[in-house]
């Protein structure tokens, strides 16, 4: 990396979290400020810092440190993240074969759906087109999430800057209820032509242990060909692979 990009306090900060990790005792502001020649005001500031992020652990009062436990909700998150996309891996390119369209694995990141992992079906100009990540509303992952937030959620979100990219796409509360109530009783959500025109997506979640939804697979495709293929058939394929994907990661 071009080092005129690196931010240098950012760069310090990361050589301390390292600098705990690999050493097997608590490690105090002396002797990291020793070690990594770095002033002892410096490394006093930015373990503060750190701590206020439990990043890292004042473990007594004689100043000295440890890791702090978010590594540990981090790690589990990463954990998750890999676990959730080596599983689904299989699943979705047996759907991908069944039913001839591509496969989508995505997680909810901030006001977005990233796409994690694509299984290409039937070659399709239309998909080719899709980004690896797209706002909520106006995706069939993305509408999953938004059916679990909160009344008070969901007027936040719809009155931020949402945009309108067809005609289709649900811009307002009102518009989306009538969505969720759909969603949470069938457990698949639907963009239909919200996002693209021409493109239809059928999405349905995979839950934890705690049935909370950790991501979604999506089928996606050219709406005339998804009508052909019949919809209804298309959607017990989906929901059956995804309570297969489900089943094998509350195992974990």
Not at 32 to 57: C, G
Not at 193 to 216: F, V
Request: include cysteine; aromatic fraction near 8%; hydrophobic fraction near 35%.
């Amino acid at each position: 990396m071009n080092d005129i990009n690196i931010i240098t306090m950012v760069d310090r900060a990361m050589n301390i979290i390292e600098y705990i990790y690999n050493n097997t005792e608590e490690v105090g502001v002396s002797t990291i400020s020793k070690d990594l020649d770095l002033p002892k005001a410096t490394v006093f500031r930015i373990l503060s810092t750190l701590e206020k992020w439990d990043a890292v652990e004042k473990v007594n009062d004689d100043g000295k440190y440890i890791l702090g436990k978010s590594h540990i909700k981090y790690g589990e998150k990463s954990k998750n993240q890999f676990d959730i996309v080596s599983i689904s891996t299989p699943y979705m390119k047996k759907l991908s074969e069944d039913i001839g369209e591509t496969i989508n694995l995505g997680m909810k990141y901030k006001d977005n759906i990233l796409i994690l992992k694509s299984i290409e079906g039937e070659s399709s100009i239309l998909v080719s087109k899709l980004i690896p990540i797209t706002p909520l509303h106006c995706s069939s992952i993305g509408k999953l999430f938004l059916a679990e937030f909160t009344d008070k959620e969901l007027s936040e979100y719809f009155n931020s800057n949402i945009s309108k990219r067809t005609i289709n796409t649900i811009t307002n509360v009102q518009q989306f209820n009538y969505d969720k109530r759909n969603i949470i009783d069938t457990s698949i959500a639907h963009d239909n032509e919200e996002y693209e025109y021409g493109l239809t997506c059928l999405a349905s979640p995979i839950k934890d242990k705690n049935e909370d939804i950790n991501a979604g697979i999506s089928i996606s495709g050219p709406t005339t060909r998804l009508q052909y293929k019949n919809l209804e058939f298309l959607e017990d394929k989906l929901k059956s692979t995804t309570e297969a994907i489900s089943t094998e990661l509350k195992l974990i």
